[in-house]
């Protein structure tokens, strides 16, 4: 049996609040959904934008949570012979479990923002340093003023290496998770034209995520991408907050960790690079120049963190994209395959035209054709139609043979593609449905991407039903 998460006096010593019921002395995670709780862990009944926590405390202890953090004004409403602690904001409690998890843990922590690229550097930062000790990660896109803590709290004593994500909307988000996280090396993926609603420029952008320097551990170490038109401001703003160990990667080879040489294959690339001065040749399982480039980053950190750079370097291999984030999955078609390339998770111009990159480089089987499923990209303000027109270029330079498009801003686009590449258009993302599923044929190479408000998941959900995944076919 597994070594309990919290034992139950450190867990109130560090969330605050009074216990009331039979409550155990061991907790053996924490838990938000009631849905996935395990036996003998802790759920917190934080109140989110559509749900409240406290009305499926009663399902959690009936699943076994060793004890609810509630709120005390909440109380009258639950169970009376429950395992409470009680709090006066359980969030709060949240963050404060966070904070001492961080504080009793002696491992080496990263925390990686940027417009995009998190999740998948987060990930490549867990599979890579697997290979030297214990790490504790993130799961999912958990990097937001309740994930972050989640993620704290749930770091168990004796984690070696912990990877943290950390995003943000607005100015004044990153702060507060930062020096909850408390980083020795923190990476910036890149700055890009992304939630220019909240935003007046991309400077400003640039600022909110240097946000990040504010919680680096001292003498730490900031890992910057070169190549982005930021750099100079970032390297600006990290020197203001103290920062004076700054690293940098990209295809420049005045950057510390750069490329020399990269070969792409079907599925993925084989790099040569120098990360800070040690030569290294790996080969990265998913496909697409910003793969390459954030691994530089992502090795960078492996040595900084004093983790073995060679059997990092070998993990990489095993890098898949996830779902809805580049994951590719081979369809059964008559007697052929489609292969489909699934970016529906999330867009903005920066991940938009680095997924239309990857469709062009992805090989295709004539008479099969490169096929873009876009949605609108959100959140872009008064800049949308500009943005989403912009994508013209993008199109053309990756050879695409048709275009599938939803959605108000994305029009402007579909406006200005040739009548040849012009596939379908359609109001919303369900309008498209029917359009798809018909013309699709052997050898199609298709990619769905859109914001995730657009809602292009069930596009390929859909894809997926007519033309079953070959792999499940196998296996059935």
Same mark, same amino acid.
């Given at each position: 049996?597994?070594?309990?998460?919290?034992?139950? =006096?450190?867990?109130?010593?560090?969330? &605050?609040?009074?216990?009331?019921?039979?409550? +155990?002395?061991?907790?053996?995670?924490?838990? !938000?959904? *009631?849905?996935?709780?395990?036996? &003998?862990?802790?759920?917190?009944?934080?109140?989110?934008?559509?749900?409240?926590?406290?009305?499926?405390?009663?399902?959690?202890?009936?699943?076994?949570?060793?004890?609810?953090? #509630?709120?005390?004004?909440?109380?009258?409403?639950?169970?009376?012979?429950?395992? @409470?602690?009680?709090?006066?904001?359980?969030?709060?409690?949240?963050?404060?479990?966070?904070?001492?998890?961080?504080?009793?843990?002696?491992?080496?922590?990263?925390?990686?923002?940027?417009?995009?690229?998190?999740?998948?550097?987060?990930?490549?930062?867990?599979?890579?340093?697997?290979?030297?000790?214990?790490?504790?990660?993130?799961?999912?896109?958990?990097?937001? /003023?309740?994930?972050?803590?989640?993620?704290?709290?749930?770091?168990?004593?004796?984690?070696?290496?912990?990877?943290?994500? !950390?995003?943000?909307?607005?100015?004044? $988000?990153?702060?507060?998770?930062?020096?909850?996280?408390?980083?020795? #090396?923190?990476?910036?993926?890149? #700055?890009?034209?992304? /939630?220019?609603?909240?935003?007046?420029?991309?400077?400003?952008?640039?600022?909110?995520?240097?946000?990040?320097?504010?919680?680096?551990?001292?003498?730490?170490?900031?890992?910057?991408?070169?190549?982005?038109?930021?750099?100079?401001?970032?390297?600006?703003?990290?020197?203001?907050?103290? #920062?004076?160990?700054?690293?940098?990667?990209?295809?420049?080879?005045?950057? =510390?960790? /750069?490329?020399?040489?990269?070969?792409?294959?079907?599925? +993925? *690339?084989?790099?040569?690079?120098?990360?800070?001065?040690?030569?290294?040749?790996?080969?990265?399982?998913?496909?697409?120049?910003?793969? !390459?480039?954030?691994?530089?980053?992502?090795?960078?950190?492996?040595?900084?963190?004093?983790?073995?750079?060679?059997?990092?370097?070998?993990?990489?291999?095993?890098?898949?994209?996830?779902?809805?984030?580049?994951?590719?999955?081979?369809?059964?078609?008559?007697?052929?395959?489609?292969?489909?390339? =699934?970016?529906?998770?999330?867009?903005?111009?920066?991940?938009?035209?680095?997924?239309?990159?990857?469709?062009?480089?992805?090989?295709? *089987?004539?008479?099969?054709?490169?096929?873009?499923?876009?949605?609108?990209?959100?959140?872009?303000?008064?800049?949308?139609?500009?943005?989403?027109?912009?994508?013209?270029?993008?199109?053309?330079?990756?050879? !695409?043979?048709?275009?599938?498009?939803?959605?108000?801003?994305?029009?402007?686009?579909?406006?200005?593609?040739?009548?040849?590449?012009?596939? /379908? @258009?359609?109001?919303?993302?369900?309008?498209?449905? =029917?359009?798809?599923?018909?013309?699709?044929?052997? &050898?199609?190479?298709?990619?769905?991407?859109?914001?995730?408000?657009?809602?292009?998941?069930?596009?390929? $959900?859909?894809?997926?039903?007519? @033309?079953?995944?070959?792999?499940?076919?196998?296996?059935?």
């Amino acid at each position: 049996m597994s070594d309990p998460l919290w034992k139950l =006096d450190s867990f109130v010593e560090a969330a &605050g609040g009074s216990l009331k019921g039979d409550v +155990g002395e061991e907790i053996m995670g924490v838990s !938000i959904d *009631s849905r996935s709780l395990e036996p &003998g862990d802790a759920f917190i009944a934080i109140r989110g934008d559509r749900l409240d926590g406290h009305d499926y405390v009663a399902a959690a202890l009936e699943a076994g949570a060793a004890l609810a953090v #509630v709120a005390e004004s909440r109380m009258s409403d639950l169970p009376e012979d429950g395992r @409470y602690l009680v709090v006066p904001d359980p969030l709060a409690a949240m963050r404060l479990l966070g904070i001492a998890a961080r504080e009793r843990s002696h491992a080496k922590i990263i925390a990686v923002t940027g417009s995009v690229g998190k999740t998948g550097t987060k990930e490549a930062l867990r599979l890579t340093l697997e290979q030297s000790g214990k790490v504790h990660a993130s799961v999912a896109s958990f990097n937001n /003023h309740w994930g972050v803590p989640l993620t704290l709290a749930r770091m168990p004593a004796d984690t070696e290496f912990g990877v943290f994500e !950390i995003g943000m909307n607005h100015a004044g $988000e990153i702060t507060p998770l930062v020096r909850m996280v408390r980083p020795h #090396v923190v990476i910036i993926t890149t #700055v890009q034209a992304v /939630h220019l609603e909240f935003f007046e420029s991309v400077e400003k952008i640039a600022q909110a995520k240097a946000e990040i320097f504010d919680g680096l551990e001292p003498g730490g170490i900031a890992i910057l991408n070169k190549d982005n038109r930021q750099y100079d401001l970032l390297r600006f703003l990290a020197a203001a907050a103290g #920062v004076s160990h700054v690293q940098t990667f990209g295809e420049d080879p005045g950057a =510390d960790s /750069h490329t020399e040489n990269v070969v792409g294959y079907a599925g +993925g *690339s084989s790099v040569d690079a120098s990360i800070a001065g040690t030569e290294i040749t790996y080969k990265i399982g998913a496909p697409g120049r910003h793969h !390459i480039k954030n691994s530089l980053a992502v090795l960078t950190a492996v040595q900084d963190v004093g983790a073995d750079l060679a059997k990092a370097g070998l993990a990489l291999d095993a890098m898949r994209a996830p779902r809805g984030r580049g994951e590719v999955s081979h369809l059964k078609i008559d007697t052929g395959e489609i292969t489909l390339i =699934d970016e529906s998770y999330n867009a903005n111009p920066a991940s938009m035209r680095a997924a239309l990159a990857v469709l062009g480089e992805t090989p295709v *089987s004539r008479p099969g054709r490169r096929i873009a499923v876009l949605g609108d990209m959100r959140e872009l303000g008064v800049d949308a139609d500009r943005l989403h027109a912009g994508l013209l270029g993008p199109v053309t330079d990756a050879g !695409i043979d048709g275009v599938y498009c939803a959605g108000p801003h994305m029009h402007t686009l579909w406006a200005q593609l040739p009548h040849e590449l012009r596939s /379908h @258009y359609a109001e919303d993302a369900k309008g498209l449905e =029917d359009a798809i599923l018909s013309d699709a044929r052997p &050898g199609d190479v298709v990619m769905i991407k859109g914001s995730l408000g657009t809602r292009m998941g069930p596009l390929v $959900e859909a894809l997926k039903k007519e @033309y079953p995944p070959a792999d499940d076919t196998a296996a059935a």
